[in-house]
């Protein structure tokens, strides 16, 4: 298996440097660009697996060229920028990105995130490509790409990181009982760098936020087992 | 060409209202003066007396006196009777307010000025009454007692009063076009107070040109002012962002440190220099809010906001209602309860968030069981960029913007920040959002 290959697009050079030298170390194959003609240069040379597109190029800037890119290519693209805006964030994604991180960033959070983009993406295209933006299970509707949970009232229902991972997996195998290991396993990015909470605790205060008027959240103890959310999951 | 009437400047109103008010006091007076005698005494009635009284006197003094008694009964009418009697009108006081009307009727009938004419004001019961005594020639009196031969006030009173109505009418009018006058002066200063707290008006000219000069250099300083801001706050906003890519430079040059102990000391300081770039950028970031207001599970965002600190390693509780709706910029009013949660957990060491809700109100209360405010500072939290005594710092980190954020999104809200000590120590802080500015789609309420 060869290395996932990274192009970084970031024309701040040590910045640029210090993202590749972090990939690298990780096991990518990193390119580096400092403009959108570079970048159009190097993706000529050879296709990569991501890309990491800052936001504020000089010249044509990231939103422009993610726009461009999405004309002809599906490759992950996650922005990296300077403003932290709620607003940037979301034109960032509705654009074809599939993550944002805000600067600054650690090393651990960049290969997350990376390492997250990348097993998504095999997995979507195996189902016909199309990533499952929006879904909807008992009432409940989520935004898979703008990390966002709405009630059956419309409400926005907010989760720590942690608990949208373990949510994510949940709807990603539906009606399914899940072991602790594989839940771990699934959610792993989060739980490993920003909380030590067990997978029970997590569950319990999932379901406590997933509760509503009455009826308690659509995920059950499978005991000695694992867990399993009973709901049907509709896309779309 | 519209003519001119008001003068400009504010001097020459003030003459004008000066000159207005001499003018209209001068010939109320004079009207009011040449009134007086004529209101007062009804001359008419005085001539008719004293007429009365001299052909009646005439009689008498004609005839025996066994006969007078029928005369005298027979020349009094309803409103004016007479008697004939050996005494003048007792007590013999004579009321100064008649010398006037005494002299009218002397002057009227010079017969009466040898005859002791004796006038007298009211009687018990009848204050308008005039009567009255005169000698006639063998010694004995005429009496008369005439009703309603003077007004209806006593003489004196009434003259004050009437005198006293120009001047009152003087200090109307002068208030009035005073007040119109000095309006825009209160407008401005109404203006100016509410400079620096977010709404610049800029004020129309109006009123005296000097007025006029004044507001106009106001509404000059004040965009002068609104333009510094604006400029050192974009300016301020810049650095920060670029402030963003050394940082994350360093961020990731901290990752390459082998030294783990150095690692982590360099990860606390870079986050802490996050921390306040992030509150700065928030702070000055404003009013322009680019987050619109959405149907949000409160509730949940304060568990959640609790949830986060805990998996942090931080000793804080959580205890109200699972959920609770409320229409609010969910990024924003996070950031409140977060900065307010955040302080608990720093300078307590337990922190607890208690949410209460009912008809009207949502209360969250962000109680620690550290040192409180003193009662001296509770005012000097609010303003950006303060910060307590150092002594009392434990292990802070920010530039002192936490609680202004906190306050202003609160405001956003409709709602409003209490901070008060709590009686067994630490501090409270209370953030109150009213319910009813929301829609009424509540949801459920465990």
Redesign the interface.
């Known amino acids: 298996m060869t290395a996932p290959a990274v192009l970084v697009v970031e024309d701040d050079p040590g910045l640029r440097v210090l993202i590749a030298r972090a990939l690298q170390q990780n096991g990518f194959a990193v390119f580096q660009a400092s403009t959108g003609a570079e970048m159009w240069n190097s993706l000529e040379q050879r296709p990569v697996d991501l890309i990491i597109l800052d936001v504020m190029l000089p010249g044509k800037n990231g939103i422009d060229l993610c726009r461009e890119i999405r004309t002809r290519s599906d490759v992950p693209i996650i922005f990296v920028s300077a403003k932290v805006d709620e607003t940037d964030r979301v034109i960032g994604l509705e654009l074809g990105a599939d993550d944002y991180i805000p600067k600054p960033f650690g090393t651990r959070e960049l290969i997350a995130r990376v390492r997250a983009v990348l097993r998504r993406r095999p997995v979507e295209s195996g189902s016909n490509g199309a990533s499952p933006e929006r879904v909807q299970f008992a009432g409940w509707a989520v935004d898979m790409r703008r990390r966002s949970v709405f009630s059956p009232s419309g409400a926005s229902i907010e989760l720590t990181g942690a608990e949208f991972d373990l949510l994510a997996s949940f709807i990603g195998s539906p009606q399914r009982v899940l072991g602790r290991e594989r839940l771990i396993e699934l959610s792993r990015v989060r739980l490993g760098d920003s909380s030590d909470r067990s997978i029970d605790v997590l569950v319990s205060r999932l379901r406590r936020k997933l509760s509503s008027a009455g009826q308690s959240a659509p995920i059950v103890t499978v005991r000695g087992v694992g867990y399993m959310l009973t709901a049907d999951v509709t896309h779309g | 060409m519209r003519v001119k009437l008001v003068p400009p400047g504010a001097v020459g109103r003030v003459l004008a209202v000066v000159a207005l008010t001499g003018v209209i006091g001068l010939s109320l007076n004079t009207l009011v003066y040449e009134g007086t005698s004529r209101f007062s005494i009804r001359e008419e009635e005085a001539r008719r007396t004293s007429e009365h009284i001299v052909v009646v006197a005439r009689m008498l003094e004609g005839e025996e006196p066994g006969r007078r008694a029928r005369i005298v009964e027979y020349a009094s009418t309803q409103h004016f009777k007479l008697g004939w009697f050996q005494q003048p009108i007792s007590p013999g006081e004579r009321s100064d307010a008649l010398t006037q009307m005494h002299r009218q009727m002397v002057v009227w009938e010079p017969s009466l000025a040898g005859k002791d004419l004796r006038l007298h004001l009211g009687s018990p019961g009848a204050a308008t009454e005039v009567s009255g005594s005169l000698q006639l020639s063998d010694g004995t009196w005429l009496h008369f007692r005439a009703q309603d031969l003077v007004g209806k006030w006593p003489l004196k009173l009434r003259g004050i009063l009437i005198a006293s109505l120009p001047m009152i009418a003087l200090v109307i009018i002068a208030l009035v076009t005073l007040r119109v006058i000095l309006r825009p002066l209160g407008l401005l200063a109404e203006a100016v107070t509410r400079v620096g707290y977010g709404d610049s008006t800029i004020l129309p000219e109006q009123g005296p040109a000097e007025f006029r000069h004044l507001i106009r250099a106001y509404n000059d300083m004040q965009s002068r002012i609104v333009t510094m801001i604006k400029d050192r706050t974009e300016a301020l906003a810049a650095v920060g962002?670029?402030l963003?890519?050394?940082?994350?430079?360093?961020?990731?040059?901290?990752?390459?440190v082998d030294d783990a102990e150095m690692r982590d000391t360099l990860?606390h300081d870079?986050n802490e220099m996050?921390l306040m770039l992030?509150s700065l950028?928030t702070y000055f970031?404003g009013d322009d809010h680019?987050?619109k207001p959405?149907?949000?599970?409160v509730a949940?965002?304060v568990?959640?906001?609790v949830?986060?600190l805990q998996?942090?390693g931080f000793n804080i509780t959580y205890s109200g209602p699972?959920?609770c709706?409320a229409t609010l910029r969910?990024?924003e009013f996070?950031r409140a309860v977060s900065n307010l949660t955040n302080n608990a957990v720093q300078y307590g060491n337990h922190a607890a968030v208690r949410f209460t809700v009912d008809d009207s109100v949502i209360r969250i209360f962000v109680e620690d069981d550290g040192p409180g405010i003193p009662e001296a500072d509770m005012q000097r939290v609010l303003i950006p960029f303060q910060r307590l005594d150092p002594a009392r710092q434990r292990n802070t980190s920010g530039v002192g913007l936490g609680i202004p954020i906190a306050v202003r999104a609160i405001a956003a809200a409709g709602g409003k920040l209490i901070l008060s000590n709590r009686p067994q120590g630490g501090l409270c802080a209370q953030i109150v959002l009213p319910r009813q500015t929301w829609p009424a789609?509540l949801?459920?309420t465990?």
């Open positions: 962002h670029d963003r890519t050394p940082l994350a430079r360093l961020r990731l040059s901290v990752d390459c990860t870079v996050e992030d950028l970031r680019p987050e959405s149907l949000v599970d949940v965002l568990t959640t906001v949830d986060d998996d942090r699972e959920h709706d969910l990024v996070k789609r949801g459920n465990l």
